[in-house]
């Protein structure tokens, strides 16, 4: 059961939300997120995967209407900032630059509450715990950290650096070596890269992709639309020649010929 507990806390601990949402022209669309603690990371990622240039203007506004945010004709991005009110934060895109284009837009909003000391279980807890568990708690604790908040860091693009924060660490008992312990951080902490390289590799490739189906898509509706056009141009041709023809061997016009 307090195993259980203690995975509970590690969800509580970080929330996420991905969406992808489809901007009709001259459209304005919010999202909204609610911070309960200061001191609390927000993440925000967007990425314009079709529609008109790929770009998007985007605003995020904290409590008391406080600008943190905005840009113009961004394609995508990726920040990161330290909300210092609580209350209601809004994410918001806007597209009313755009006449008749619709925008694809993909993005994410993740919240990860503060690490307080309190978060910790008591020292009792930990003694109940075989070292095995206790390794698999501290390495999901870590990782939930380290996950999202090292990711974050590395990919923040144009917005606040993540601030070092206090992690978890292992209670110290009688006769643990301290080599240990620091051997296991640094594996967490490379797992914790690796799983970020993955995930902006996996960001990268998706929009790519996404950006390259539109362009072939676009290429395709064009080609089609001047073979039309083509077709088009030549039937009236065609017919043009033969009322030509017909028009100089009719009646008294056969001796013009």
């Not at 195993?3 to 919010?30: D, F, K, M, N």
């Not at 296991?184 to 998706?206: C, D, G, P, W």
């Given at each position: 059961?307090?195993?259980?507990?203690?995975i509970a806390g590690l969800v509580a601990y970080a929330s996420a939300t991905a969406l992808t949402y489809r901007l009709e022209a001259h459209e304005r669309a919010c999202f909204f997120t609610d911070v309960k603690d200061k001191g609390t990371?927000?993440?925000?990622?967007?990425?314009?995967?079709?529609?008109?240039?790929?770009?998007?203007?985007?605003?995020?506004?904290?409590?008391?209407?406080?600008?943190?945010?905005?840009?113009?004709?961004?394609?995508?991005?990726?920040?990161?900032?330290?909300?210092?009110?609580?209350?209601?934060?809004?994410?918001?895109?806007?597209?009313?630059?755009?006449?008749?284009?619709?925008?694809?837009?993909?993005?994410?909003?993740?919240?990860?509450?503060?690490?307080?000391?309190?978060?910790?279980?008591?020292?009792?807890?930990?003694?109940?715990?075989?070292?095995?568990?206790?390794?698999?708690?501290?390495?999901?604790?870590?990782?939930?950290?380290?996950?999202?908040?090292?990711?974050?860091?590395?990919?923040?693009?144009?917005?606040?650096?993540?601030?070092?924060?206090?992690?978890?660490?292992?209670?110290?008992?009688?006769?643990?070596?301290?080599?240990?312990?620091?051997?296991?951080?640094?594996?967490?902490?490379?797992?914790?890269?690796?799983?970020?390289?993955?995930?902006?590799?996996?960001?990268?490739?998706?929009?790519?992709?996404?950006?390259?189906?539109?362009?072939?898509?676009?290429?395709?509706?064009?080609?089609?639309?001047?073979?039309?056009?083509?077709?088009?141009?030549?039937?009236?041709?065609?017919?043009?020649?033969?009322?030509?023809?017909?028009?100089?061997?009719?009646?008294?016009?056969?001796?013009?010929?």
């Amino acid at each position: 059961m307090r195993i259980l507990a203690a995975i509970a806390g590690l969800v509580a601990y970080a929330s996420a939300t991905a969406l992808t949402y489809r901007l009709e022209a001259h459209e304005r669309a919010c999202f909204f997120t609610d911070v309960k603690d200061k001191g609390t990371k927000v993440a925000f990622y967007f990425a314009v995967q079709s529609g008109g240039s790929f770009d998007i203007d985007y605003s995020v506004t904290g409590p008391n209407e406080k600008v943190i945010l905005d840009g113009t004709k961004e394609r995508q991005g990726d920040f990161v900032f330290t909300a210092n009110d609580e209350g209601e934060y809004r994410f918001c895109f806007n597209n009313e630059m755009s006449t008749f284009a619709e925008k694809t837009v993909d993005f994410e909003i993740a919240v990860r509450a503060p690490f307080h000391p309190t978060t910790i279980p008591e020292t009792s807890f930990f003694e109940a715990l075989s070292p095995p568990q206790l390794q698999r708690w501290i390495a999901g604790y870590n990782s939930q950290y380290d996950r999202g908040l090292r990711e974050l860091e590395s990919n923040a693009v144009g917005g606040p650096q993540v601030e070092n924060e206090v992690r978890a660490q292992l209670p110290s008992k009688p006769g643990a070596h301290p080599e240990q312990t620091s051997v296991l951080e640094e594996s967490i902490l490379k797992l914790s890269a690796q799983l970020s390289t993955v995930s902006r590799n996996q960001k990268y490739f998706r929009t790519r992709e996404n950006r390259n189906f539109s362009t072939v898509k676009s290429t395709e509706t064009r080609i089609f639309n001047f073979s039309m056009m083509e077709v088009g141009l030549m039937v009236t041709m065609a017919g043009l020649q033969v009322f030509i023809v017909r028009f100089f061997f009719q009646g008294a016009r056969k001796g013009y010929v």
